[in-house]
């Protein structure tokens, strides 16, 4: 089997077969498989193998290092190991499973975390919703989420607080041209128009 490497930084490299994106190898590892042919080399079905093993236990290592900074949907997780650590495709399902089965991805709990923040930090309903879906969340978890967690009290406070935000910015206006801006910029960040001018009414 021919390949041929692409170097990542100064000490790792990509491994290609065929123009396919096998992942990432520290270049002190590569060496024992090369034999020193670094840019392309030939290797036997058992030995790629083993190569693919190697990689395997290297993609691994840097997913647990990506989850452990933060919590991580398992959308983020595919584009991680496709994008960032150029992992075979065809091998990315065992490595996520493996991960959602000892709980290091829980796409509801990280939706649940997500949406608390967001909420701490004002996002309407439908803000919280785009970046659920931008997370690839699925769409049944996102319901339950927001149905739990975003009650009528909570949205009152949210479209409160942006209310006053929008005021405060828009104060240098007269009251008119206020009006329109404020409900114009709420509007576009996801809250009911008819909620919107109850509240300038007030």
Known sequence: MKLKTIKRTKTTSIVLANDEYWGILPDKILHFYCKGQIDYFELSDEEATKLIDEIKKQSWNKLLDYLAYRERSLGECEEFLSKKIFFKKELQAALLEKAVSLNFINDTRFAEM?????????????EIKNKLYAKNINENIISNILQKK?????????????????????????????????????????????????????
Not at 164 to 169: G, L, M
Not at 184 to 192: A, C, D, H, I, M
């Open 114 to 126: 997500l949406t608390d923040d967001l909420i701490r930090n004002s996002k309407s309903k439908v």
């Open 150 to 202: 975003f009650n009528s009290k909570t949205a009152d406070e949210v479209l409160d607080a942006n209310f006053k935000k929008a005021k405060r910015r828009f104060s240098n206006l007269k009251k008119n041209k206020q009006n329109e801006k404020i409900l114009n910029y709420l509007t576009r960040k996801g809250f009911v128009y008819w909620e919107v001018k109850e509240k300038l009414g007030e």
